[in-house]
């Protein structure tokens, strides 16, 4: 019961990635069966055409639940994001940062005039969450969008859609008052 209910909460979310609106749970008999089968042929035709230098192929995990996920991935690509955030604002040694340091997967930037930021991982949900003084909390889905082979994370806000790294360069350059390039 718990792998039909997880494969049809998966055929639900691919669903809504592909733009089909009528997907059948588990009780909807031979139409939900059908429709779960045409999703799984669009599922993987859509991913076979991606892989095949087509359109690029784009997987955005805290919506399709685990599917095609590993820890190694995300834990990775927000350490990299973290670090660099991290090099990049001790590089600028402004005098408006009093502290910067990230420990456990938390990134902790003090400014002299504007508030602290933090930037943390949030691994059950394949997040990472942004509490900024300027404009409030955030919280930025894992994004990896694959192209002629070669493979990007990006990370998009769960509530509008905007960059984290554009949104991280646009308030620190404000705050440290010299320009901050991810």
């Excluded at 998966?10 to 749970?25: D, E, T």
């Excluded at 892989?51 to 805290?62: C, E, M, N």
């Excluded at 350490?79 to 340091?101: G, I, M, N, R």
């Excluded at 894992?142 to 990370?155: P, S, Y």
Aim: net charge negative.
């Amino acid at each position: 019961m718990m792998r039909s209910t997880r494969l049809s909460s998966l055929f639900i979310a691919r669903a809504a990635v592909l733009g089909l609106s009528h997907v059948g749970g588990a009780g909807s008999g031979s139409r939900g069966a059908a429709c779960s089968q045409a999703l799984t042929t669009a599922w993987r035709a859509a991913t076979a055409a991606a892989g095949a230098g087509g359109a690029p192929q784009v997987l955005h995990y805290s919506k399709l639940g685990m599917d095609g996920f590993t820890d190694i991935k995300f834990n990775s690509a927000a350490d990299e994001l973290l670090e660099l955030v991290e090099t990049q604002v001790d590089a600028l040694d402004s005098a408006s940062v009093d502290d910067v340091s990230c420990n456990g997967g938390v990134l902790t930037l003090e400014t002299a005039e504007r508030g602290t930021f933090i930037l943390n991982k949030q691994a059950p949900n394949v997040q990472l969450w942004l509490s900024s003084p300027i404009s409030g909390p955030h919280h930025y889905d894992m994004i990896t969008v694959t192209q002629d082979g070669n493979e990007r994370v990006l990370w998009r806000s769960d509530n509008d859609g905007h960059d984290l790294v554009e949104k991280l360069e646009r308030e620190l350059t404000e705050v440290l008052g010299s320009p901050l390039k991810l």
